[in-house]
């Protein structure tokens, strides 16, 4: 009866051994390739940062980071030295370059120091002021940007211009003398240079 009693309990003992043995050998094992569920990759587009240059803006005192009173000596990176012929004489002027190199203006060295920044001239329609207007805009557009802008002529060449300020607007017309009634400009005329003045003490 004992032999029979012990006979019965190994046998319990085997088959619970052999089934913690199959339940270890479950949990070590890998899943197989096929088991395995494949991640979506993700298509990530790496944007590119291209450096951008600041827009060419015109101020009451400054263009292309040149100022009026400047040292000429700090601008010389984009900045030419060449003569500047006009019914009035011919004039030595240093020529601006853009962010590509290519004219877009001409500085004046100040006649009571030549090594100074003196008047600005732009004569480029890729350069704005703050109101939106460009070499290009219409008398017209300037008149709304700018009501009741004062308007006056020259003598000698005939130069017409409309001034704010400091700001010099050059427009396609002639006229000969100072006084001149802004309603005789066509509202078509073109504005073809912008110059920033430096006041004169």
Do not use: W
């Not at 990759?41 to 263009?63: D, H, M, W």
């Not at 329609?125 to 557009?141: D, L, M, R, W, Y």
Request: aromatic share 6%.
């Amino acid at each position: 009866m004992k032999f029979f009693q012990h006979t019965i309990i190994t046998l319990l003992l085997m088959t619970l051994l052999v089934a913690c043995s199959n339940e270890n050998d479950n949990n070590n094992k890998q899943p197989s390739k096929k088991d395995e569920k494949v991640q979506p990759t993700e298509n990530k587009t790496v944007e590119e940062t291209v450096p951008t240059r600041a827009q060419l803006t015109i101020t009451s005192t400054s263009f292309r980071g040149i100022s009026v009173g400047d040292n000429i000596s700090q601008h010389t990176d984009y900045i030419q030295k060449e003569t500047l012929q006009t019914g009035e004489g011919d004039f030595e002027v240093y020529r601006i370059k853009d962010f590509n190199n290519h004219p877009v203006g001409y500085l004046i060295p100040d006649p009571t120091d030549v090594t100074l920044v003196g008047d600005i001239t732009i004569e480029s329609p890729t350069a704005n002021t703050a109101q939106g207007i460009k070499v290009g805009s219409t008398f017209e557009e300037l008149s709304k940007a700018i009501p009741n802008i004062p308007v006056h002529g020259s003598e000698i060449e005939g130069r017409t211009y409309a001034i704010d300020n400091n700001l010099a607007y050059r427009l396609n017309a002639a006229h000969f003398s100072y006084e001149i009634d802004p309603s005789k400009i066509a509202p078509t005329t073109k504005i073809t240079e912008i110059s920033i003045r430096r006041v004169v003490k």
